[in-house]
């Protein structure tokens, strides 16, 4: 088990580079990643969100009611920021349809399970960032499909329905099952939180693998422009939260803590979203795959200054 556990820890740590690895394989040689059928997504997503609930308890939401203006500050910023953002840069930048929905679904979705381990590397408030991904996520079915509607309406149709059908399955579901599994059976639970890290990195770079590999020259054919919106839409994110924080006046943890939770999306889910409600619009996957990349890179690099802070 210690074998594991220390497997776990590097595969963790190393996360960053694992990813940017085979992004870089499945994005010039793809035929190596071609096997991970685009199918499989959606239940490696589950698999990261089953292992999001097993972690998950009843103090992680007591926050709500502790510290509620916190979390309110944390969830208004989560889907203001992020899909404003992403709808002005994809508008500046002039994206066609594919790449727009992309960005926006990227912008639209909950903050992803990896902040809260960067606020950790960070020194920041952990259970802020906890707290909100919780919230946020919770609130994800009816938030998500309803900004991206609002944000998208007069360029594609949205399927608002699918999304909301798609996220209860994919997040939610796993989620509550987790939870219930971790609070009725948490001495088993704690053993396997220990290889969680692992699993969770595993499933992610499948689906890095699978995305890029299976998209790779639409990748390739789009040029430069689509990786400086996604990294352009992702520091952006981190500025304006820090920035808040600074408005708001809150101590540095906090700061770390909003910024990282802003910044770095779920976009394994918005990679799901748009596979699921946008099949005709075969780019919009292409967003979402590059950000499960850069987000791990710049939000390592993030959490390494703010802990010298």
């Known amino acids: 088990m210690k074998i594991v556990e220390r497997i776990s820890q590097f595969l963790g ?42 972690t998950l308890n009843f103090e992680d939401f007591k926050i709500v009611f502790t510290r509620p203006k916190d979390i309110l500050v944390g969830c208004l910023a989560q889907f203001t920021i992020m899909p404003l953002l992403a709808f002005a840069i994809g508008k500046l930048f002039g994206l066609e349809a594919g790449l727009l ?9 909950p903050g992803g399970t990896s902040s809260n381990v960067m606020t950790y590397l960070s020194k920041g408030d952990v259970p802020l960032s906890v707290g909100m991904t919780a919230v946020n996520t919770l609130l994800a079915p009816l938030l998500t499909p309803a900004i991206t509607y ?86 952006s994110g981190y500025a304006c939260g820090y920035l808040l ?17 802003i910044g770095m999306q779920n976009s394994g889910l918005a990679t799901s979203l748009a596979g699921n409600a946008f099949p005709n619009l075969a780019m919009a996957t292409v967003p979402g795959a590059i950000f499960s990349v850069w987000h791990n890179i710049s939000g390592a690099i993030l959490a390494n200054i703010f802990a010298k802070k």
């Open 101 to 109: 929905v992309g960005v926006i679904l990227v912008g639209t979705c």
């Open 13 to 54: 740590k190393y996360m960053a580079f694992l990813v940017l690895v085979v992004a870089a394989l499945a994005l010039f040689v793809p035929k190596t990643c071609l096997w991970i059928e685009v199918s499989w997504i959606n239940y490696l997503l589950m698999l990261v969100m089953f292992g999001m609930g097993l």
């Open 245 to 261: 924080g600074v408005a708001l006046k809150l101590p540095i943890p906090k700061k770390k803590a909003l910024a990282i939770e």
């Open 150 to 235: 609002l944000l998208l309406k007069t360029t594609v149709h949205v399927d608002v329905m699918s999304m909301f059908i798609s996220i209860i399955e994919v997040v939610i579901i796993p989620i509550l099952l987790g939870f219930i599994i971790n609070k009725y059976f948490g001495k088993y639970t704690k053993k396997a939180i220990t290889v969680l890290p692992a699993v969770s990195v595993l499933a992610i770079t499948l689906i890095v693998a699978s995305v890029v590999s299976h998209n790779s020259e639409k990748i390739l054919a789009t040029g430069a422009i689509v990786f400086v919106v996604v990294i352009l839409h992702n520091l």
